[in-house]
Structures are given as structure tokens and as C-alpha cells.
């Protein structure tokens, strides 16, 4: 990304701004939501109407930088620079445009976080993964990604005992089960033609573990469109339900005694038109490396959340251990088989869920691994048991928001990927996550992260 003169203005091409207004209108669109992530990773934004949209989409809307310092729980976080002084405009990007099905006359676009005179921010999560994607392309690499997120479906209902709202789900079928396809079969049939009517091609679907579990998967795309394309499922997944009465959780443990919510990261490698993944060695086991060796710390990104680590425990088919292997599911990364012939192979990084912001998580993930390419790194031998059955033998992940946040600020790799202000900032708001949940019980703690993610 090239950085804009010092008192440039945002413009954007009068061609491709027409278009924008012209779906607008034929969409019959009347607010138009500029959406971001945050360091809680949280899904913000403002809207600007259509009378006003040729403008906004040069300008963006202002924003106060304050909100890059506010937590999960709306507490803000006093972190130098992210104060009430300053400001910042949310700036869409006009190529991610889609109407939003599930609120008629509304539509969104995903957003960069640039400074008044147009410059990308230091603190911009999309523009910290396009300077990744940027920093894999001057080594001659391109990523394809998916994001491949479980959810909750149910209902969301007053304790009986005046305590935080509860997750009812919505069925307690079986996994795989029949019955769970026939339970669901209204809201998911209504999700596949919301995702697919704002481009997001959906590949598969089925009832998962959990009561009232459900995972859809939609197909890869590049890095940054991957991201954009889990905001904008996230957004659907929970827009759906609310329209038709339901409540749906990505979070990664909404019910404390069901299976937890991944959403392991599909990853393929790709140089000169040829897919790196296909053969063991070389790039593919460097890149492998470089997760392994940063895993402590992207833990802290890709899994962004106190709810987090009731997932990521041994046995629980989520990864605990800092390993990899062959379709090995307890490994935090698994190398996938193909499917068919034709299929390509990815890697699978599996401890991810939907708390994490998706442009730092992903951002993260190439830097791992793109430090593993530059070093040369190797990863030992790969695991073809459960790791848990070998005790001692395999390193642990970070059990606990704390932990993982320790390593990533320890880590010189990501902190510097990030940059100071960035690093701190992310390092403040999950530092008071942990701080405030560590004073509540599993109820709050339960109910925050489900209302939230």
C-alpha cells in the first residue's frame, strides 16, 4: 500500500463510485453501514445515507480514535494517543459493497480507519493485513484463506433468577444427526441466501456437537477478502436469527457444558501460480515452523477472548498443544488432505475463533509464518496421535488470556508486526478484558461474550 501525501484527500474513482450508487439505488438502500473491527474484536461501525454516500465514500465518516482503546465491555482503556483529542475517518472500501438481506434497505461496505488527510493509521486493523499481505508478496507469496466458524443457535432468555440472560438452544439433536438439519432448516436456508445474495459462496453445512450447534462454511478467497468475508458472515449469522426471532453466538463458548465454537483458519501458500502446500518440505515446513515457533503468541490474536480458553483444553478436538500433523485434530495445526484429485492441500490452524479480530488474526498468521520462510525454520517431527496421550512430551498453549498475552508482548516478531501503538493498544484493552472478568463469575462472563460475538 502506497502511504497518500501529507494533506491529500481520500478520493476515489468517479467510475466505481457511481456504481456504488447506482446498486444503492436499485437496491433500494437507504442507509449504507461502514463497518470495522476493533481490538476487542468487535464488529463497529457508523452509516451514511444515500443522499449522502457520493460524498462519505471520499471523506469517510468521522470517528474519534478513542474508540481503538474501548473494550468488549464498552470501558474505555487509557492508552496514550487513543484519548479524546484526535481523529480519524471510516473510509469503505467501495469494492465491498454488498446489500444486507436481513435488513431491508440497509446495506454495508468494510472500512479502513485513515487519518483526516487520507494516510492509513497505525492502528487500522484491515491496513495491518495489507501491509502482511504486501510483506508475502515482496517475498514472492500470495494466501489464499478461509475462515471456517462454528455458531450457537437458540434463543436468548431472562434468568429465572434475575441473573444475566441466558442462551437457550436450540435443539439438543445429535451431531450430524438428521433431526438436527429439519430443526434448523428454516434459519439456514434463510442464512445460504443471505451469504450467497452478498457474494459469499457457501460449500457446507451441518448440525454440529453442541445442542443447537450449526457450522457453514463459505469458499476461500485471498487474505484480505477472507477477512472481510468473515465480518461480513459474522454480521449475517447473528442479523438472520434476530430477524427471525432467534439469537446466534459465535462466541467460543457461549454454554459452559457444550462444545465450543471454532473457527479454524484453512491456509494454502501460493508462488508462481503453484499451490507451496502440495509437498511436504521447503516453504510449505517452514511456514509450519513459523506458526509453531509464534503460537504462544498468535494464540493472543487468534483466539482473542477470556471465553476463549474454555475452549482450547486437551481432548476437546480444539488443540492444546503446539504441534502439528496429518489430519490430526488435537495438533494446532493440521495438514489437510485433498479432497479428490483435483483438490488442493491446506493447513488447518485450529486454535482460532470468532472473538478474534480477523484482519490482526490473519495479519498475525502470515507474519508467523512468513518469519519461518525467511529463517529457514523446520518443524520437527510431525504428530500422528492425540498429543495429550504423550504427557510432557509436547509444549502447551497458553492456558489463559493472561498467558497467551505475556507471550505475544515477548514475542518481537508480532510486536513489531504490529508497531508500538497498535501493540500497545491491543495489549491495554485485552489486558482489561481479563482484568474485569476475573472479578465476575461464569455467568457474566457466560452472557457478555454470547450478547457480543
Not at 38 to 55: F, M, N, P, Q, T
Not at 274 to 293: K, Q
Request: proline content about 8%.
Amino acid at each position: 500500500m502506497t502511504d497518500r501525501p501529507s494533506g491529500s484527500t481520500i478520493r476515489q474513482p468517479d467510475a466505481q463510485v457511481r456504481r456504488v450508487l447506482e446498486r444503492a439505488e436499485l437496491d433500494g438502500v437507504e442507509l449504507i453501514r461502514f463497518l470495522y473491527a476493533d481490538h476487542g474484536g468487535v464488529i463497529r461501525g457508523k452509516a451514511a445515507s444515500r443522499s449522502r454516500l457520493a460524498e462519505r465514500v471520499g471523506t469517510g465518516i468521522g470517528h474519534t480514535v478513542a474508540m481503538m482503546a474501548m473494550n468488549m465491555l464498552d470501558q474505555l482503556q487509557e492508552v496514550e494517543q487513543l484519548g479524546p483529542v484526535g481523529e480519524v475517518r471510516i473510509v469503505p472500501d467501495p469494492a465491498t459493497y454488498v446489500p444486507l438481506p436481513y435488513a431491508p434497505g440497509a446495506a454495508a461496505m468494510l472500512s479502513d480507519l485513515r487519518l483526516p488527510d487520507g494516510s492509513p493509521w497505525a492502528v487500522c486493523p484491515r491496513t495491518f493485513l495489507k501491509e502482511a499481505v504486501d510483506a508475502l508478496a515482496a517475498e514472492g507469496y500470495a494466501l489464499q484463506a478461509a475462515f471456517e466458524p462454528e455458531f450457537t443457535l437458540g434463543r436468548r432468555l431472562p434468568d429465572p433468577s434475575g441473573g444475566p440472560d441466558r442462551l437457550a438452544p436450540l435443539d439438543d439433536t445429535l451431531c450430524y444427526a438428521g433431526t438436527g438439519f429439519d430443526t434448523a432448516h428454516d434459519y439456514v436456508m434463510a442464512l445460504v441466501q443471505a451469504m450467497e445474495t452478498q457474494g459469499l459462496r457457501v460449500e457446507h453445512y451441518h448440525p454440529e456437537l453442541g445442542h443447537g450447534q450449526q457450522e457453514l462454511t463459505i469458499r476461500h478467497a485471498p487474505a484480505l477478502r477472507a477477512a472481510d468475508n468473515h465480518v461480513l458472515y459474522r454480521e449475517t449469522v447473528r442479523g438472520v436469527a434476530i430477524r427471525m426471532s432467534l439469537w446466534a453466538s459465535l462466541a467460543p463458548k457461549p454454554i459452559a457444558d457444550q462444545a465450543g465454537n471454532g473457527t479454524h483458519l484453512h491456509l494454502s501458500l501460493w508462488r508462481g501460480g503453484e499451490n507451496v502446500f502440495a509437498a511436504p518440505g521447503g516453504a510449505r515446513d517452514a511456514f509450519i515452523a513459523g506458526l509453531l515457533a509464534h503460537l504462544p503468541a498468535l494464540t493472543a490474536l487468534t483466539c482473542g477472548s477470556v471465553n476463549s480458553f474454555r475452549r482450547l483444553a486437551p481432548r476437546m478436538w480444539s488443540s492444546a498443544y503446539a504441534v502439528y500433523g496429518p489430519d490430526n485434530r488435537e495438533a494446532a495445526v493440521r495438514v489437510c488432505s485433498p479432497l479428490g484429485e483435483s483438490g488442493e492441500p491446506n493447513l488447518e490452524l485450529k486454535p482460532s475463533d470468532s472473538s478474534a479480530n480477523p484482519y490482526l488474526s490473519l495479519g498475525a498468521v502470515i507474519h508467523a509464518g512468513l518469519d519461518g520462510i525467511r529463517r529457514g525454520l523446520h518443524p520437527g517431527e510431525a504428530v500422528d496421535v492425540d498429543p495429550d496421550t504423550r504427557p510432557g512430551r509436547y509444549p502447551r498453549l497458553p492456558s489463559s488470556l493472561e498467558e497467551a498475552l505475556d507471550a505475544l508482548e515477548a514475542d518481537d516478531v508480532l510486536m513489531e508486526a504490529l508497531g508500538p501503538l497498535r501493540g500497545a493498544a491491543y495489549l491495554a484493552v485485552k489486558r482489561s478484558e481479563a482484568r474485569a472478568f476475573a472479578l465476575q463469575d461464569a455467568a457474566y462472563e457466560l452472557f457478555h461474550h454470547f450478547r457480543v460475538f
